[in-house]
């Protein structure tokens, strides 16, 4: 009898993947739960099973019973209990199993949808893969085999709840871990992922290793190791960006496929203004602002990107103004413009050291600069209200809707930037060309971007970008 209760004991825990200690204790539970239901609550019970042989013990008051003796309703209630016992630590166990694994990749089988939620069979447990965790148009059916990253586990309840996510960035990290074994290994460090589920993804990319490229390496032979990462997301599109310490040329890597000619930084403000040629306005831009708005989570930095002709008329027009500050020489407001503080509205947001920097601005002038600025895109902007109320205003005389023109401005940076970088797009058509991507990208559509909150890729000053093989610089998914 002793041994068939240490096997039932073995089996229990085996099955379970619970701790033998935990089976033992869960039967001196039930029966010290029997033992009260039989004698009640005003004795001294005492109840234990041997490790070794499963022998039971049961005392009441000093005094050993026979725990077959506690007669049917007793055992009723000391099974209830053992059971209960058993599952609070099958759900620890399976807590504590995959909260460990907590941000990494899964894969299990589809068992239902519900609602346009998924649930998939983990073995243990079941995850689930929430719509908003879904890649957008993706299809999922029911016996499919999916793979999702874990992104959170959390108790509910007397159950275990994994939530599990196709859309995170963390998502395409692991991938790269699974298929770019120098990834896996820490020869090749992701410096930055920015993301758009379903359409586009850039990550940017270094070696610590000099010679081994990173890019190169990413995309695989032939594009073989991107392919299955592309493969696995439906066909979304991967811009792999080598990451450079200088965020000028970090920058300009990022807004691949187009080419930059320039680069401004504003780092009070954390802004970029890019100036790109005019037939690489669009391409900079992508798609409904895509491209630029990848570009400048990645990078960190607010991109605004412009023409040169553009930039250089904003850059006479604030030499021209910032020349009617009191204290100002033309040949200061030279300067100032010069370094990328053309927008006025940019200039009344700086603090004092940002000016004081110039040679022949002390502290009462940069605080006269600023203020004037602050005035002036007040004057301005209070000038642009009321032409957009007397628009409106005649419109309603009209009985005609006021024109709606949305301006074409870009955001992104300063200081010169030239790039030796390779951008990988994988995933769907080799890149567009120019005349493509300008049909492609509304006229009315923003060129503004701001970098979201999620992790930026480290940026500094210092540091150039090693030149890699033309080859490597762009890779097609379709190999």
């Known amino acids: 009898m002793n041994g068939d209760m240490l096997r039932l004991i073995d089996s229990i825990a085996r099955e379970k993947n619970i701790d033998r200690g935990v089976v033992f204790e869960g039967i001196e539970g039930a029966l010290l739960s029997a033992a009260r239901k039989q004698y009640g609550q005003n004795v001294e019970i005492v109840a234990t099973v041997d490790r070794i042989n499963g022998t039971m013990n049961v005392k009441v008051d000093g005094a050993p019973i026979d725990p077959r003796g506690l007669g049917r309703i007793a055992a009723q ?12 630590a099958e759900r620890n166990s ?23 939620n998924v649930i998939v069979n983990l073995g243990r447990a079941e995850g689930f893969l929430p719509r908003s965790e879904q890649i957008p148009g993706e299809a999922i059916h029911e016996a499919d085999r999916i793979r999702a990253l874990i992104l959170e586990v959390r108790e509910s309840g007397n159950q275990v709840k994994i939530v599990l996510s196709r859309t995170h960035a963390d998502f395409i990290r692991r991938l ?3 298929e770019v074994p120098e990834v896996s290994d820490r020869i090749i460090d992701i410096r930055g992922i920015a993301r758009e589920a379903g359409q586009r993804t850039k990550i940017a990319v270094s070696s610590i290793d000099t010679r081994v490229d990173a890019v190169g390496a990413c995309v695989g032979i032939r594009g073989s190791r991107i392919r299955n990462i592309v493969d696995e997301l439906g ?3 991967i811009d792999i960006v080598r990451f450079n310490e200088s965020s000028q040329v970090f920058i300009a890597n990022a807004l691949r496929p187009a080419e930059v ?4 930084l504003n780092h009070d403000l954390g802004r970029a203004t890019v100036i790109v040629p005019e037939d690489q306005l669009s391409l900079a831009i992508g798609k409904r602002g895509q491209n630029v708005r990848l570009a400048a989570r990645l990078s960190g930095w607010d991109l605004d990107i412009m023409m040169a002709e553009e930039f250089q008329q904003q850059r006479n027009n604030a030499v021209q103004i910032l020349a009617e500050v009191p204290g100002v020489s033309p040949e200061l407001a030279q300067r100032i413009a010069g370094a990328g503080f053309v927008s006025f509205g940019d200039i009344a947001q700086l603090d004092v050291e940002s000016l004081t920097c110039f040679d022949g601005v002390d502290d009462e002038l940069a605080r ?3 203020a004037f600025a602050a005035e002036y895109t007040r004057q301005m902007q209070a000038a642009d209200q009321a032409k957009a109320e007397a628009a409106a205003a005649a419109a309603a005389e009209a009985g005609g809707e006021p024109d709606a023109s949305d301006a074409e401005t870009a955001e992104a940076g300063s200081e010169s930037a030239v790039s030796d970088t390779e951008t990988a797009e994988v995933g769907g058509e080799p890149p567009a060309s120019d005349a493509e991507t300008e049909s492609s990208a509304s006229d009315d559509e923003t060129s503004i971007a701001t970098a979201a909150d999620e992790s930026p890729a480290e940026e500094s000053e210092s540091g150039d970008s090693q030149k890699q093989p033309e080859e490597q610089e762009r890779a097609d998914g379709q190999g």
């Open 77 to 88: 209630a000391a099974k209830q209990v053992m059971i209960q016992k058993n599952r609070e």
């Open 94 to 116: 399976i807590f504590d199993e995959f909260a460990g694994r907590q941000g990494s990749i899964i894969s299990g089988q589809v068992s239902r949808i519900e609602g346009g």
């Open 176 to 178: 790269f871990e699974l």
């Open 235 to 237: 066909g979304e599109k």
């Open 261 to 264: 000619e320039d680069i401004f």
């Open 368 to 370: 006269s600069i600023i």
